[in-house]
């Protein structure tokens, strides 16, 4: 008998994953979507890279996958870069290569047959990067005290997010460009990025309400099978439950 429990969505990312939960950010927006259909699952970790993830996503798997009486994964949004961009001699930077390559492992670590948490099942969605604002985050840095140098580059963020959209195609996995939308967004001006990025890192709701846009669209035309409107109630409804004898009717997997 199947477990009582709803299958997950779960976030995997940087502190902007983090925070997704805030006033305004899309992790709320999309528990509410899902609601009665699927669970979201925020495992953000701010000021992770890659290298310092995937030891976390492993235990992760091991937990939430080919296991009896939990949740099943069904989708996995991988949102990193942000960190991985830092310039040297940043601890949080990552070369974009090994950046690229821990991305392809990630996907490797649920789709291939030779990982322990083989998921064929589970949809790999990657997110890119948004754009810095260097003005914002500049202006940050150096209001601290002490004060901090610069340590993000608005190109090298671009090439962050490229490495992202390589690391999809090479993989096999859909890909959301949020650096590309966010920059259309603010008419591609670096200073007009301060209406979707808070501090010129982190993202405000209108930064938020562009990515959330970006994934659904991207669920809606790859996976249309996890999308909302797609699925069923995990438990019925009231009006379908035998007032009379209610155990068996909500009794899921029964």
């Known amino acids: 008998m199947a477990a009582n429990i709803y299958d997950v969505i779960m976030l995997f990312g940087d502190s902007i994953t983090q925070a997704a939960w805030t006033t305004g950010g899309f992790g709320a927006v999309l528990t509410n979507m899902y609601s009665r259909k699927l669970d979201v699952l925020n495992r953000g970790l701010a000021g992770y890279n890659t290298c310092w993830a995937i030891p ?19 989708m996995l949004v991988v949102w990193f870069g942000a960190n991985d961009a830092c310039i040297k001699p940043s601890p949080q930077h990552v070369p974009l290569p090994n950046f690229i390559e ?4 990630m996907v490797w670590l649920v789709h291939s047959p030779e990982s322990p948490y083989y998921s064929p099942s589970t949809k790999i969605i990657l997110v890119t990067p948004p754009p810095v604002n260097t003005h914002q ?20 963020t671009r090439a962050y997010a490229k490495g992202v959209i390589e690391a999809a195609v090479v993989s096999k996995v859909s890909v959301v460009d949020v650096w590309t939308a ?3 967004a603010a008419g591609e001006e670096e200073v007009a990025l301060s209406k979707y990025l808070s501090d010129g890192l982190h993202l405000t709701p209108d ?16 996976h249309p099978e996890l999308h909302y409107d797609n699925l069923l109630y995990a438990f019925p409804r009231w009006d379908e439950i035998d007032w009379a004898n209610p155990r068996p009717s909500v009794q899921k997997g029964a």
Not at 60 to 67: I, K, P, S
Not at 137 to 156: C, H, K, M, Q
């Open 56 to 74: 976390v996503l492993e235990q992760c798997l091991a937990t939430l996958q080919g296991q009896q009486h939990v949740p099943k994964i069904r």
């Open 207 to 222: 930064g938020y309400t562009v990515m959330y846009e970006a994934l659904m669209q991207t669920i809606q035309m790859e």
């Open 102 to 105: 821990n991305l392809k492992h």
């Open 182 to 184: 966010i920059w259309k």
């Open 137 to 156: 985050w500049g202006g940050n840095l150096a209001s601290r005290d002490p004060p901090l140098a610069l340590d993000r580059e608005f190109e090298t």
